[in-house]
């Protein structure tokens, strides 16, 4: 059993921590709480000693302890020199490599492996998100359902202030700026709901500023679609004018009908920069 498991079953009574990282649903989120579980314990041979031997000292140098050895011109020693240096040296260097591998493996801009993703473009407005999936010609707000065992490449950009979106169970977090695209991949393992939310302030109403995402069995997935098709509400101009003004939606929204090239249209009225460096390479 690894240790990350022996963490899981201590915090099994935890329901809070099974909504984040701690439980992930999806391979990034994974990663990210196996590697968080191994830098703690690495970290804990710096703090372990730090916690035990300082209050040990205190003790021992206490000022009515007359007894103990006396070295008023002792000054160095290459024992404890070594002893305070190099471990943490060391330390220091394993984590870096450790680190720069797996931020490598789950950059948020880099494909995951399987099948051809599900294309969405996710826009935060105040004080809501909405997908748009160009595939589909439908869009959704504040939800987003995806296929269990796809991987889903999602472009975010934002049609106000800088957001932030973060899904702690299926990927970390990735900001939503205007003028400019980023990326997130994800994908959940199972069928189940996953809270989504913004975690960059932007007025009055960012705390209802959340989002469900709903992973379903690819034959239920392709039954959502053609129901969305089937709806009667558009994603039109004048509806998106009404959408982006600041306000706070009861329940979430599904259009059938998207305005052709609705994010590039938000990204050029926001600035019209993009910025995906790396995207020609992966």
Known sequence: MTSASFLMLGLAGCTALSHGFLNPQGPVAGHERDLFVTVSIVLLFVAGPVLLLTPLFAW?????????????????SWWVEALIWIPPAGIVIGLAILLWHWTQ??????????????????IALDWKWVFVYPDLDVAAVDRLVIPAGRPVHIRLTSGTVMQSMLIPQLAGQIYAMGGMTTELNIQAHRPGRFRGENTQYNGAGFQHQKFVVVAVPS??????????RRGKRTLDAQTWRRLSARSIIALPVEFAHVTPNLFER????????SHSPTKAAR
């Open 60 to 76: 021992h140098y206490r000022l009515s302890n007359r007894g103990d050895a006396y070295r008023p011109k002792w000054n160095f």
């Open 105 to 122: 493996i789950d950059d948020p801009y880099r494909r995951l492996p399987g099948a051809a993703p599900i294309e969405v473009q996710a």
């Open 266 to 273: 938000v990204l050029e009225t926001t600035g019209g920069m």
């Open 219 to 228: 034959a239920d997935y392709d039954c959502w679609a053609a129901a969305a």
